[in-house]
């Protein structure tokens, strides 16, 4: 009989302990939940809430739903107390919408909030070029629409938003050596700051997606030669550049994951199409953050050195 109950007690934590939900799992059902509300596609939300959680101070608690509508918008010009009584946000002309069915828009609550965005992109259409214009006009920048539209082609293709996996740039089981070269001058061009880490490494070692992302940008340009551009779901641009080539059939708006072959090292660049061999063969990496307002480099050797760490626990 003891032994009975040690067992059935053990059972009831193990089930316990695996229904306690994730704040992913608070997201996903919340994205879709208004999805069945207003037939918006949950990956819609999911990318626009995905963009502005990763144009927000990090230092801030993390919050079910980090999208921002501003208070003029979501109240109404002249709403001065504002209440979030709908009809009283309507009389206003704000936007603000009731999503649980409390009879208040509240600015700070997730139902709300996502209800309200919809109806905001509603006000376009439901196909996926109104959600494009309706994106624009919120917005009112290119880049943003581009990333949001990407990343909901990320979370169609994975039916996930949990997407955590990395991999190193290149393949691990290849010769290749790197430091940290991010900030170093360099004169081709005009004088500059190296805005990336070189990865030194054979002709034709494989070079990996080191994200889940979409193909940006593939093709040649002066200083990077043979490069491609990825865009991640965190609002990063991830450049590689020098390659000797691309992998077969990849193109511009391509859905990747980490470990996708992408391309190979070379020594392409610093010159017009089809220049190479003016440096040892490499990769260059770099990493850019889009903030909502404007792109920038930022040092992406801690981060090799993390998914170095990563790649290798799965060799």
């Known amino acids: 009989m003891q032994l009975l109950l040690l067992f059935v007690g053990f059972n009831t934590v193990a089930f316990a302990e695996e229904k306690e939900p994730s704040i992913y ?3 996903m059902a919340l994205y ?8 918006i596609p949950w990956i819609y939300f999911a990318a626009i809430d995905n963009f502005e959680r990763n144009i927000q101070d990090s230092n801030e608690p993390e919050k079910v739903v980090s999208i921002n509508i501003p208070d003029e918008i979501w109240f109404g010009i002249g709403n001065s107390g504002s209440n979030t009584d709908t009809q009283i946000i309507n009389i206003f002309e704000g936007k603000g919408k009731d999503g649980n069915g409390d009879g208040k828009a509240e600015i700070d609550n997730p139902e709300d909030i996502l209800y309200t965005m919809a109806n905001l992109l509603l006000e376009y259409g439901p196909t996926e070029d109104d959600i494009k214009i309706g994106l624009w006009n919120y917005y009112k920048r290119d880049l943003t629409v581009q990333t949001i539209m990407n990343t909901s082609k990320v979370f169609r293709r994975f039916g996930d938003i949990n997407l955590t996996d990395r991999d190193f740039p290149v393949n691990i089981r290849y010769n290749y050596s790197y430091r940290n070269t991010w900030g170093d001058r360099r004169g081709f061009g005009g004088l500059r700051m190296h805005e990336g880490t070189d990865i030194f490494a054979d002709y034709g070692t494989p070079v990996h997606s080191t994200t889940y992302g979409v193909v940006e940008v593939m093709g040649w340009n002066l200083y990077g030669g043979w490069r491609i551009g990825i865009r991640d779901i965190y609002n990063i641009y991830h450049y590689y550049a020098h390659m000797s080539g691309f992998q077969e059939d990849l193109q511009v708006g391509q859905v990747l994951k980490p470990g996708d072959v992408i391309g190979s090292v070379g020594s392409s660049g610093y010159g017009p199409p089809g220049t190479s061999g003016k440096f040892p063969p490499h990769l260059h990496y770099g990493m850019y953050k889009d903030n909502g307002y404007s792109e920038f480099s ?5 981060y090799l050195n993390k998914w170095e760490r990563m790649a290798k626990e799965k060799k």
């Open 298 to 302: 930022f040092d992406p050797f801690p």
């Open 32 to 39: 879709k939940k208004t999805e069945t509300l207003t037939q």
């Open 25 to 27: 799992d608070e997201r």
